[in-house]
């Protein structure tokens, strides 16, 4: 099973938008709603953002949103934060019932 | 709250096998979720090893099954990890979490602080 595609680094000033993508295939992404980011800062463990594609956990805060289009989820921040500086991981059930990780994207916040 | 601690040798030979065990506190680990293993090489992503529920029920990544074996004790409120054959790639900060039950494998909402085990003579 091939990793999810995710672009190595974006990067936004504060206040800004930006989104990473997650690019599976029709056998993951494309088939399940079972897809997850996680946030992780140096030496910390992940924490979960979004689960389910869309949904949130319990004190994330709203400036997070998940969605997908066909092959690719997408992670969006709103009103980018210095705090937010981290590299986020997606991940997606796959049709041979196991799950498969993206390569993970290094957010900077300039 | 439910917290995970991971515990075990930060140093293992190789082909040697590997044993860690993650002790659940602030919570029973006989509720409806499954409780797995994530893990980190140094300066990679993340890879799942596997998880498994409070009744024993397993699930393994195809990749590492041969080598794998999750275990639970619900008296302890424990469950382990035994990874065989041991080479240096498996080197990594190993991470216990708390699993949604839908897929057993994708929705890890809580996780023990990782430790790190280095594969070496």
């Known amino acids: 099973q091939s990793a999810l595609t995710q672009p190595a680094s974006v990067s936004g000033s504060p206040g800004q938008s930006i989104t990473i993508s997650c690019t599976g295939t029709?056998?993951?992404?494309?088939?399940?709603?079972?897809v997850s980011w996680y946030q992780q800062h140096p030496g910390k463990a992940p924490k979960l953002m979004i689960k389910?594609?869309?949904n949130r956990p319990s004190g994330v805060s709203n400036r997070f949103s998940g969605s997908k289009s066909g092959n690719t989820a997408s992670l969006t921040i709103s009103g980018l934060q210095a705090e937010d500086e981290a590299d986020y991981y997606c991940?997606?059930?796959?049709?041979?019932?196991?799950?498969?990780f993206g390569g993970g994207t290094k957010l900077t916040v300039l | 709250q439910l917290q995970l601690q991971e515990s075990g040798p930060g140093l293992v030979k190789p082909s040697e096998t590997l044993s860690l065990t993650c002790t659940v506190s602030?919570?029973?680990?006989?509720?409806?979720?499954?409780w797995g293993w994530i893990r980190q090489p140094p300066g990679k992503g993340l890879e799942y090893i596997g998880s498994?529920?409070?009744?024993?029920?397993?699930y393994y990544n195809p990749s590492l099954k041969r080598r794998v074996t999750i275990l639970v004790d619900t008296s302890k409120n424990q469950f382990s990890l035994r990874l065989s054959s041991v080479t240096a790639a498996d080197t990594a900060v190993y991470y216990c979490?708390?699993?949604?039950?839908?897929?057993?494998?994708?929705?890890?909402?809580?996780w023990g602080q990782g430790t790190l085990v280095t594969v070496s003579p």
């Open positions: 389910d594609v869309t």
């Open positions: 498994v529920y409070y009744s024993g029920s397993t």
């Open positions: 979490a708390r699993l949604d039950v839908d897929t057993a494998m994708v929705t890890s909402d809580i």
């Open positions: 602030g919570g029973s680990i006989r509720s409806n979720y499954y």
């Open positions: 029709s056998n993951d992404i494309g088939r399940y709603n079972f």
């Open positions: 991940n997606s059930y796959t049709s041979t019932f196991t799950v498969v």
